[in-house]
């Protein structure tokens, strides 16, 4: 089935999926009136509309093969009515229209916690049995690992369940329809379940830290002010090179009439008394101008910005585990976020053992769906007609 016609707006199917338009379509959907059709239409309907949401990807014979007709209850027992009664007062009223006393607040006693235990024992809940009739399907890995939330979707599930990234009891199990026995353990790397049940993510160059930026920024900034300073440390350059080329134009002019200058006298003097340290200090500015600004050539092609040669330093190292610092879950998840009880669970490291079968006590059922009690009767009468 295509995934248009899965989420299809136009005709609203409940599906067991996280998907925006799944629970659109679950606030949306209604139950179609069959009053008026015969009973092997309101049968067949309630199947049709059933089956859409439990295992819509199975095949009607593969799931014919798993249909049990016995379905699993719980009934609760209070020790303190057992031992008061052995039950005779129900079998001798069998057929003769005998019932027991309804029990009166006159004859409660006053404790009040009391008196609401017996008044709920005195009138318990119907169990729903039919609620029961697609329980085999959760004992599919693939349900079960829906269940735990560790995927978005049953369809999610099954893939994660092929692709051999689930594993039982410590084994890889490829078999999306492998049957879970009680007491069994399966996993799943707690990155793939991030991923599958968070958020859409972010692009790499989005997902870059504070301080990365703030470090690349301040790389940006020492460039430019390099460049900055390279450009003023040579316009300057310039001019004491042109100023002592004058200089020396105005000295072998005198030299040639034989008139010495005083500052030529002056400066001859100081070069036999210093000696090194004059080369010494025209070779540091040479080297600063080298190091500030390179060649006239390097500065005439750096117009533009360029980044800094070791501006790979500068880009954060994402490690495995620190992808999903920002992890935020799927937006409705809280509508799908509980864990039925015959799961144990711990999303720490994303293990989860599957206790039990699932059953039905009074007051509700084990298997969630959206269906009522008449509808789902109507389906399990569907798969008798042959039994």
Same mark, same amino acid.
């Given at each position: 089935?295509?995934?248009?016609?899965?989420?299809?707006?136009?005709?609203?199917?409940?599906?067991?999926?996280?998907?925006?338009?799944?629970?659109?379509?679950?606030?949306?959907?209604?139950?179609?009136?069959?009053?008026?059709?015969?009973?092997?239409?309101?049968?067949?309907?309630?199947?049709?509309?059933?089956?859409?949401?439990?295992?819509?990807?199975?095949?009607?014979?593969?799931?014919?093969?798993?249909?049990?007709?016995?379905?699993?209850?719980?009934?609760?027992?209070?020790?303190?009515?057992?031992?008061?009664?052995?039950?005779?007062?129900?079998?001798?009223?069998?057929?003769?229209?005998?019932?027991?006393?309804?029990?009166?607040?006159?004859?409660?006693?006053?404790?009040?916690?009391?008196?609401?235990?017996?008044?709920?024992?005195?009138?318990?809940?119907?169990?729903?049995?039919?609620?029961?009739?697609?329980? &085999?399907?959760?004992?599919?890995?693939?349900?079960?690992?829906?269940?735990?939330?560790?995927?978005?979707?049953?369809?999610?599930?099954?893939?994660?369940?092929?692709?051999?990234?689930?594993?039982?009891?410590?084994?890889?199990?490829?078999?999306?329809?492998?049957?879970?026995?009680?007491?069994?353990?399966?996993?799943?790397?707690?990155?793939?379940?991030?991923?599958?049940?968070?958020?859409?993510?972010?692009?790499?160059?989005?997902?870059?830290?504070?301080?990365?930026?703030?470090?690349?920024?301040?790389?940006?900034?020492?460039?430019?002010?390099?460049?900055?300073?390279?450009?003023?440390?040579?316009?300057?350059?310039?001019?004491?090179?042109?100023?002592?080329?004058?200089?020396?134009?105005?000295?072998?002019?005198?030299?040639?009439?034989?008139?010495?200058?005083?500052?030529?006298?002056?400066?001859?003097?100081?070069?036999?008394?210093?000696?090194?340290?004059?080369?010494?200090?025209?070779?540091?500015?040479?080297?600063?101008?080298?190091?500030?600004?390179?060649?006239?050539?390097?500065?005439?092609?750096?117009?533009?910005?360029?980044?800094?040669?070791?501006?790979?330093?500068?880009?954060?190292?994402?490690?495995?585990?620190?992808?999903?610092?920002?992890?935020?879950?799927?937006?409705?998840?809280?509508?799908?976020?509980?864990?039925?009880?015959?799961?144990?669970?711990?999303?720490?490291?994303?293990?989860?053992?599957?206790?039990?079968?699932?059953?039905?006590?009074?007051?509700?059922?084990?298997?969630?769906? &959206?269906?009522?009690?008449?509808?789902?009767?109507?389906?399990?009468?569907?798969?008798?007609?042959?039994?």
């Amino acid at each position: 089935m295509s995934r248009t016609k899965l989420f299809a707006l136009k005709h609203p199917y409940p599906r067991q999926s996280w998907n925006k338009q799944a629970v659109y379509n679950l606030y949306r959907y209604r139950m179609p009136q069959t009053s008026r059709k015969t009973f092997y239409q309101q049968k067949f309907r309630a199947k049709q509309e059933t089956r859409r949401f439990h295992g819509e990807y199975l095949t009607e014979r593969k799931w014919n093969s798993m249909f049990r007709h016995t379905l699993r209850g719980v009934v609760r027992m209070n020790p303190a009515i057992m031992a008061k009664d052995d039950g005779s007062s129900v079998v001798s009223g069998r057929g003769t229209g005998i019932d027991p006393k309804p029990l009166r607040m006159v004859e409660l006693p006053k404790d009040i916690e009391r008196r609401r235990k017996e008044l709920k024992d005195a009138n318990p809940q119907p169990i729903p049995f039919m609620q029961m009739t697609y329980a &085999p399907l959760e004992r599919r890995l693939d349900t079960a690992v829906y269940r735990a939330l560790f995927a978005s979707s049953v369809r999610q599930a099954r893939m994660m369940c092929l692709h051999g990234k689930v594993f039982v009891n410590g084994v890889k199990m490829p078999h999306a329809g492998y049957m879970l026995n009680p007491g069994d353990m399966f996993s799943i790397d707690p990155l793939l379940v991030m991923k599958a049940i968070g958020g859409p993510e972010r692009k790499p160059f989005k997902q870059l830290s504070t301080q990365a930026k703030s470090d690349l920024q301040k790389a940006i900034e020492e460039a430019q002010s390099k460049t900055k300073s390279s450009t003023y440390l040579k316009s300057s350059n310039k001019k004491v090179l042109a100023g002592n080329a004058a200089a020396e134009v105005d000295t072998e002019t005198f030299t040639a009439a034989g008139v010495k200058s005083e500052s030529t006298t002056t400066t001859t003097t100081e070069t036999e008394t210093e000696g090194e340290p004059t080369t010494s200090s025209s070779s540091s500015t040479d080297k600063i101008v080298t190091e500030a600004g390179g060649d006239e050539e390097t500065s005439a092609g750096n117009k533009k910005f360029h980044l800094p040669s070791d501006w790979r330093t500068y880009l954060p190292k994402h490690p495995r585990w620190k992808i999903y610092d920002e992890w935020r879950p799927k937006r409705f998840m809280n509508l799908f976020a509980f864990i039925p009880r015959y799961l144990e669970v711990n999303h720490h490291i994303c293990h989860a053992v599957y206790l039990r079968h699932p059953v039905a006590r009074s007051g509700g059922a084990e298997v969630p769906n &959206p269906f009522n009690d008449g509808v789902m009767q109507l389906a399990f009468n569907w798969y008798l007609r042959r039994r």
